[in-house]
């Protein structure tokens, strides 16, 4: 199975739904070519993971819901023992977000918690239509999405591994990300080639305001860019476990940065961000998600 992301036909569709959309997602691309509001500040952002499940097996394990969080802190830390898999060519690109996550402990009353929600649902799969975030059409509502990164964990249909929503790319109440039951964490549902949590990594990536490297035409494009300086126009993903070079432009000395966490090789095949995701990633904090990883405090 090849890896699949919904993100940018579902975001297409937010925006059809609503046009002003364009307007915010306009303003937000000219505030992050504008620099950052401040310089970054220290983020660990309290998850709350929505299991969504019909058979008893995808009620994940807390063990599993863990094995995640602790994926995307080595991811996001640099704390990966792949990243030394990163070409010669491309080490110095390399970049640390320097971000981290936990379970939340408090949920939006105040009340302790363990950060996961459980809901038996009657349907085998979802949609990409964002039906699982809302209770009204069989999921689970958000957690007040300026404090809490919401991942809903659910069986997706056509084969898509998760999506997210980008800063300021749709409704309020449907912020977050969604990842495939097969695609989540490490061990008990988790399939390979996508065990190891790293959809989760790509799905954040996007929900922090990142692009798939080969950018965003609907048709390959050597010219169309992910607005990264420092990653390499390629002619759409690649799939699978290429072998370095993989050029599919010929304009980009150094090939592909098919390493890179936003293309669609395997899970054991991704293993970086960019110093300029970075940036992007810490702008978007900075102009969009102000009170993420902040405030309040000890949620």
């Given at each position: 199975m090849a890896r699949l992301c919904a993100t940018l036909p579902v975001f297409m569709m937010n925006l059809e739904k609503n046009p002003q959309?364009?307007?915010?997602?306009?303003?937000?691309?000219?505030a992050l070519r504008a620099g950052p509001a401040a310089a970054p500040r220290p983020r660990d952002i309290p998850v709350v993971?929505?299991?969504?499940?019909?058979?008893?097996?995808?009620?994940?394990?807390e063990a599993q819901i863990k094995s995640q969080i602790d994926a995307i802190n080595r991811d996001f830390n640099n704390r990966n023992d792949d990243i030394a898999n990163v070409p010669p060519v491309f080490q110095g690109a390399i970049g640390k977000p320097g971000i981290t996550f936990h379970?939340?402990?408090?949920?939006?009353?105040?009340?302790?918690?363990?950060?996961?929600t459980r809901t038996q649902v009657p349907q085998t799969d979802f949609q990409p239509d964002d039906s699982m975030k809302r209770s009204v059409t069989g999921g689970v509502d958000a957690w007040d999405p300026h404090i809490y990164l919401n991942i809903w964990v659910c069986r997706l249909s056509g084969g898509i591994l998760g999506y997210a929503q980008f800063p300021d790319g749709g409704d309020l109440e449907t912020d977050g990300v969604v990842i495939n039951t097969m695609a989540f964490g490490i061990g008990g549902t988790a399939q390979d080639p996508f065990d190891l949590g790293r959809t989760a990594t790509h799905e954040i990536g996007h929900y922090l305001g990142l692009f798939h490297v080969w950018g965003n035409s609907?048709?390959?494009?050597?010219?169309?860019?992910?607005?990264?300086?420092?990653?390499?126009?390629?002619?759409?993903?690649?799939?699978?476990?290429?072998?370095?070079?993989?050029?599919s432009c010929p304009n980009e000395a150094n090939g592909d940065m098919f390493m890179n966490y936003m293309d669609y090789v395997d899970d054991d095949t991704m293993v970086m961000f960019s110093k300029e995701q970075v940036a992007r990633m810490q702008n978007v904090l900075a102009v969009s998600r102000l009170e993420l990883g902040i405030s309040p405090p000890a949620v």
């Open positions: 959309l364009r307007l915010r997602q306009a303003a937000l691309r000219s993971v929505h299991v969504l499940f019909r058979a008893e097996a995808d009620n994940l394990t379970l939340a402990i408090k949920d939006p009353a105040g009340a302790p918690t363990n950060g996961i609907p048709f390959p494009d050597c010219n169309d860019s992910d607005e990264i300086g420092d990653t390499p126009n390629q002619l759409g993903p690649n799939s699978g476990k290429p072998a370095f070079p993989t050029r």
